[in-house]
């Protein structure tokens, strides 16, 4: 065994491609599309690298067109979830005692795959399955998820180097190493990258893993397994195991092997998930890690001085890109009403103006939303606003099934600060505006901080430095990623690390340090250079 110190490469932020009309990678996207289209495929479960296919199946469709049968997926139920915690558990022993170098080595090769050969089956994949537009998913299911890898082995590295003081006499030593157990990953549709990552950043310091992907973003998780093993992941790191919640997750929660959660999900069903794991603690081996992002009610806050032009941009950008379906997508919005007739006019110009459709046509900016239930609850909210005396929608509110689950992008006014699409998450391309009162700035603010549970994401638009002072201090809770002119979306890893507190989760910060140490325990060691040969002490000596 190599006996050297090695320094894991710099890290880097992936550069974006723009996909700019008669660009190489815009045709190459395009024929990848097309290829995918043209094909179903079989998607089985990989336990210990052996595939399962339990014949309990679901179809994998296009939001975008329900026509466009992608392929089928085979449902894990108790006995595939078992048999995935025995595989990592037996796989773990091996793994985390490989040489840190050499795991670094897997997910740095998994970045470059994805940022070369495999960057247009990820798009096309998460294109057609998430029906993002070839930028959006640029961003999320290329350029975040190779950051994740490069800067996640380097958070490592970082980590590990970090030793104690040692006086004159011992060396004192700290020794980094993963869980006991197996990791339990839960994965939502709407960013391949956080498909991706939660899987894979406990696993790159030694832990073994069981992933169950969101059911309706399958179709690109199979496609990120399948890159996985052209890496060289060992068989059995990474246990894949599409189901029903119902089916996998209390099995998963229940073993006595569980060492940890990495979760991105709703609210509702992480607390769900913490209070059964708090219920089973005492037949446990561990105190299991609980990592968790559940979402967010995020604003945008706006001063009489700000820039109206950029912030109407801002808005746009940020309350409907990718249908309104990140966590951080702006859903609420406080305006002065000294600005708010210009506002107004410009932010709808500019929304109706906004083209929605197949994201495969690259001249459109709205692709569908996720699913049939996604599509009903976004549009009772939209009806609910249209039926209230306390709301107007200025524009948009169009909701159409016909083909796919396509909802405008919905600007809704209202004036009651504390309206429901104001304090409920809707997930999808709703954004809720109070004008508020110019001189009653400051109670503005306390409603901004105390209207929603969640604190994710958050924007404050101001050209007044006075003012920024202000309202990033008022606002210090109410966001954990917190932007100041500029829109509340698109963290980058290593320049913003991503997470919220309050109802939005544990604030762990995916894309630092923080996260990563999350998955490791230490044990420290003294060694005494020249131990004492005599047990008493000075003090006992006669005078």
């Known amino acids: 065994m190599s006996n050297v110190q090695f320094r894991v490469p710099e890290p880097y932020n992936e550069p974006i491609?723009?996909?700019?009309?008669?660009?190489?990678?815009?045709?190459?996207?395009?024929?990848?599309?097309?290829?995918?289209?043209?094909?179903?495929?079989?998607?089985?479960?990989?336990?210990?690298?052996?595939?399962?296919?339990?014949?309990?199946?679901?179809?994998?469709?296009?939001?975008?067109?329900?026509?466009?049968?992608?392929?089928?997926?085979?449902?894990?139920?108790?006995?595939?979830?078992e048999a995935a915690i025995r595989s990592a558990i037996e796989a773990q022993a091996k793994w985390a005692a490989m040489p840190c170098e050499h795991r670094a080595s897997v997910f740095l090769k998994m970045a470059d795959l994805l940022s070369g050969a495999w960057r247009q089956t990820l798009n096309a994949a998460t294109m057609l399955g998430q029906s993002k537009t070839v930028y959006q998913s640029e961003i999320d299911a290329v350029a975040e998820l190779a950051d994740f890898w490069r800067f996640n082995v380097h958070f490592m590295a970082q980590l590990m180097a970090e030793q104690p003081y040692s006086p004159k006499g011992m060396w004192n030593r700290v020794e980094y190493r993963a869980l006991e157990g197996f990791v339990f990953a839960v994965t939502p549709f709407n960013f391949t990258s956080i498909a991706g990552n939660l899987p894979t950043a406990p696993a790159i310091v030694g832990n073994a893993v069981v992933w169950k992907p969101a059911s309706s973003a399958v179709y690109s998780a199979y496609h990120l397994m399948q890159l996985f093993r052209e890496a060289g992941l060992p068989d059995g790191v990474i246990n894949f195991i599409p189901g029903n919640g119902r089916d996998v997750g209390p099995i998963a929660l229940a073993s006595e092997h569980l060492a940890g959660i990495h979760f991105t999900g709703s609210t509702a069903v992480f607390k769900g998930m913490w209070k059964t794991v708090g219920d089973r603690l005492s037949g446990m081996r561990y105190y299991p890690r609980i990592v968790g992002e559940t979402g967010g009610?995020?604003?945008?806050?706006?001063?009489?001085?700000?820039?109206?032009?950029?912030?109407?941009?801002?808005?746009?950008?940020?309350?409907?890109?990718?249908?309104?379906?990140?966590?951080?997508?702006?859903?609420?919005?406080?305006?002065?009403?000294?600005?708010?007739?210009?506002?107004?006019?410009?932010?709808?110009?500019?929304?109706?103006?906004?083209?929605?459709?197949?994201?495969?046509?690259?001249?459109?900016?709205?692709?569908?939303?996720?699913?049939?239930?996604?599509?009903?609850?976004?549009?009772?909210?939209?009806?609910?606003?249209?039926?209230?005396?306390?709301?107007?929608?200025?524009?948009?509110?169009?909701?159409?099934?016909?083909?796919?689950?396509?909802?405008?992008?919905?600007?809704?006014?209202?004036?009651?600060?504390?309206?429901?699409?104001?304090?409920?998450?809707?997930?999808?391309?709703?954004?809720?505006?109070?004008?508020?009162?110019?001189?009653?700035?400051?109670?503005?603010?306390?409603?901004?901080?105390?209207?929603?549970?969640?604190?994710?994401?958050?924007?404050?638009?101001?050209?007044?430095?006075?003012?920024?002072?202000?309202?990033?201090?008022?606002?210090?809770n109410a966001a954990g990623n917190f932007y100041i002119n500029d829109k509340p979306t698109a963290a980058v890893v290593g320049q913003q690390p991503f997470g919220g507190g309050r109802a939005s989760g544990t604030n762990d910060k995916a894309g630092s340090a923080m996260n990563i140490l999350r998955w490791m325990t230490a044990r420290t060691i003294k060694e005494t250079m020249v131990p004492p040969l005599d047990w008493k002490y000075p003090h006992m000596d006669e005078e």
């Open 17 to 81: 491609l723009t996909y700019a009309p008669g660009s190489p990678e815009r045709a190459e996207v395009a024929a990848r599309v097309a290829e995918l289209q043209s094909q179903e495929i079989e998607v089985p479960l990989i336990i210990g690298g052996r595939e399962i296919r339990t014949g309990n199946t679901a179809e994998m469709r296009a939001p975008h067109d329900r026509n466009l049968k992608l392929g089928v997926y085979h449902k894990a139920g108790p006995e595939e979830v």
């Open 297 to 476: 009610k995020d604003f945008i806050f706006v001063h009489e001085s700000a820039d109206v032009d950029a912030l109407v941009v801002a808005a746009v950008r940020g309350a409907f890109e990718y249908q309104g379906q990140k966590c951080s997508a702006a859903s609420r919005m406080y305006v002065p009403e000294s600005l708010w007739s210009g506002f107004r006019d410009k932010l709808v110009d500019q929304v109706r103006s906004i083209p929605m459709g197949d994201p495969t046509d690259f001249r459109n900016f709205m692709g569908a939303v996720i699913d049939r239930a996604a599509f009903k609850g976004i549009s009772s909210y939209i009806d609910y606003a249209r039926e209230s005396g306390e709301a107007e929608i200025i524009v948009g509110g169009g909701c159409d099934d016909s083909r796919g689950f396509f909802i405008e992008p919905t600007v809704i006014v209202t004036t009651n600060p504390r309206f429901k699409t104001m304090e409920e998450e809707i997930f999808g391309p709703v954004l809720t505006i109070y004008v508020y009162d110019d001189s009653k700035f400051e109670q503005a603010l306390e409603l901004c901080d105390s209207t929603s549970g969640y604190a994710l994401t958050g924007a404050i638009w101001a050209r007044d430095r006075q003012a920024v002072v202000t309202m990033t201090d008022r606002l210090r």
